[in-house]
């Protein structure tokens, strides 16, 4: 019932930045937050980072925490993850994840991932 459109993704080098977009559509719900996961490949999906509904509340895995940026913008029902820094481990298809609780701290917080959008960075 949620779509998520990712876009954004792409090659980088290691130590550049992305910018990480999610349109969210649907049957959403203001009062739950929004977040990302991330699979790399022949690795399970992890949690990235997550937002509540006001922005003012944000959790984030530690391997990218200082280095990504979770932000939202509610009048354009969009989600963004601002990726600095990057490192090739964070090789990987990033999906947008709406939550089913006002801040997700991990997968199962999510109730709807959108099919997400590859990011390679290469050494």
């Known amino acids: 019932q949620v779509q998520l459109v990712e876009s954004g993704g792409g090659l980088v080098q290691a130590g550049g930045s992305l910018r990480l977009s999610c349109a969210a559509s649907g049957r959403t719900f203001s009062n739950y937050g929004m977040g990302w996961v991330r699979q790399a490949p022949g690795k399970e999906r992890e949690f990235v980072a997550s937002?509540?509904?006001?922005?003012?509340?944000?959790y984030y895995a530690d391997s990218v925490k200082g280095r990504f940026t979770i932000s939202r913008d509610n009048a354009k029902n969009t989600v963004y993850l601002q990726m600095n820094s990057l490192k090739p481990e964070d090789t990987a298809t990033y999906s947008c994840?709406?939550?089913?609780?006002?801040?997700?701290?991990?997968?199962?917080?999510?109730?709807?991932w959108g099919q997400g959008t590859p990011v390679t960075v290469s050494s």
């Open positions: 937002i509540t509904w006001s922005g003012s509340g944000t």
């Open positions: 994840a709406s939550g089913r609780r006002s801040l997700a701290i991990q997968l199962p917080d999510f109730g709807s």
